[in-house]
């Protein structure tokens, strides 16, 4: 599994990105970007997003 972010929903807050403990979030054009390779699926992303834009798949 993967962090997914929907990008309607991200607002670009950042919290994903400081929470990530891989590394694997990064911003592009103020909205949150997951590198497939760099997540390991500790949903600490998904937990933190305070909009609900994260989700696993």
């Not at 607002?11 to 990064?26: F, M, Q, R």
């Not at 992303?45 to 696993?56: F, G, R, S, T, Y």
Request: overall charge negative.
């Amino acid at each position: 599994m993967v962090a997914i972010v929907d990008k309607e929903k991200c607002t670009g807050c950042e919290s994903c990105v400081d929470i990530c403990p891989s590394a694997a979030i990064t911003m592009k054009d103020d909205i949150a970007v997951v590198d497939a390779d760099a997540c390991v699926d500790c949903e600490s992303c998904v937990d933190e997003c305070p909009v609900e834009a994260i989700h696993m798949e």
